[in-house]
């Protein structure tokens, strides 16, 4: 049974689609699988999602902005690491959704059973 929803306030309704435009892009997302394990540097990020420097630290400052991400400074190296591991829990439950989805979906391609 769902969570039943209490009313929000438009100003709670303008923040949750805020944090929800921050993950609408797939470059986004890409960098959070990637620190899913741990802290790594701006060079790391992209070497590992093949983005240009450019484009991850775009994503980067807006992941930031949003309190999604944290960063700190090593020397000439700034390190990224998840500053809300809840963020987490929301991609879970948007991927359970989707399996759920397609599943139901793949079962009416799928042959009928032969009756009896």
Known sequence: MAKALHALS???????AAR????GEPS????LQSLRNGELNVS????VTGSTQ????????ALADAAILGRRREG???FYY???PGIFDLCETVCGSLQRQI???ARAFSPASPKA
């Not at 929800?20 to 993950?23: D, N």
């Not at 790391?44 to 070497?47: N, P, S, Y």
């Open 28 to 31: 986004r997302l890409r960098i």
């Open 20 to 23: 929800f435009r921050v993950l």
């Open 10 to 16: 438009d100003e709670a309704i303008e923040l949750i």
């Open 76 to 78: 000439s190296n700034v």
């Open 54 to 61: 450019g484009n991850t630290s775009r994503h980067l400052q």
């Open 82 to 84: 998840i500053a809300d």
């Open 103 to 105: 599943q139901s979906r």
């Open 44 to 47: 790391q990020l992209v070497e």
